[in-house]
C-alpha cells in the first residue's frame, strides 16, 4: 500500500491535523494484507514537522512496525524530522 502524504498538504505542521490523518487512514491500514508493506511516499512536501510526523509516521511505525518504508525523502524538512523523531523515539526508518 503506498500512502503519498501530499494528499494530507504540502505543508504537514502541526500535531492535530497529523493525528487527523492517521485516523483518516486506520480503516485502510486495518484491511492491509499480511505480506503487503506500508509505503510512505513524502513526495512533493515542502515543509514536514515532528509534531505532524510524531502523530503520523511514528502512530503508523508503532503499530505497524516493520512494514513501513519510507520513500522521496530527500527534502531538507523531511530529513531534520525524520533525524529528529529517530532521536527522540529510537525509532530506526526504514528509507529507500
Given at each position: 500500500?503506498?500512502?503519498?502524504?501530499?494528499?494530507?498538504g504540502?505543508?504537514?505542521?502541526?500535531?492535530?491535523?497529523?493525528?487527523?490523518?492517521?485516523?483518516?487512514?486506520q480503516?485502510?491500514?486495518q484491511?492491509?494484507?499480511?505480506?503487503?508493506?506500508?509505503?510512505?511516499?513524502?513526495?512533493?512536501?515542502?515543509?514536514?514537522?515532528?509534531?505532524?510526523?510524531?502523530?503520523?509516521?511514528v502512530?503508523?511505525?508503532?503499530?505497524?512496525?516493520?512494514?513501513?518504508?519510507?520513500?522521496?525523502?530527500?527534502?531538507?524538512?523531511v530529513?531534520?524530522?525524520?533525524?529528529?523523531?529517530?532521536?527522540?523515539?529510537?525509532?530506526?526508518?526504514?528509507?529507500?
Open positions: 500500500m503506498i500512502i503519498e502524504l501530499k494528499k494530507f504540502k505543508t504537514l505542521t502541526s500535531r492535530d491535523s497529523g493525528s487527523e490523518a492517521y485516523r483518516a487512514i480503516s485502510l491500514l484491511g492491509l494484507n499480511k505480506e503487503e508493506d506500508i509505503v510512505l511516499d513524502f513526495e512533493g512536501l515542502d515543509t514536514f514537522s515532528p509534531s505532524w510526523g510524531d502523530e503520523f509516521i502512530s503508523v511505525i508503532k503499530n505497524y512496525k516493520n512494514k513501513v518504508i519510507l520513500v522521496n525523502t530527500q527534502n531538507r524538512s530529513i531534520a524530522t525524520l533525524d529528529l523523531l529517530t532521536d527522540i523515539n529510537g525509532i530506526e526508518f526504514n528509507v529507500r
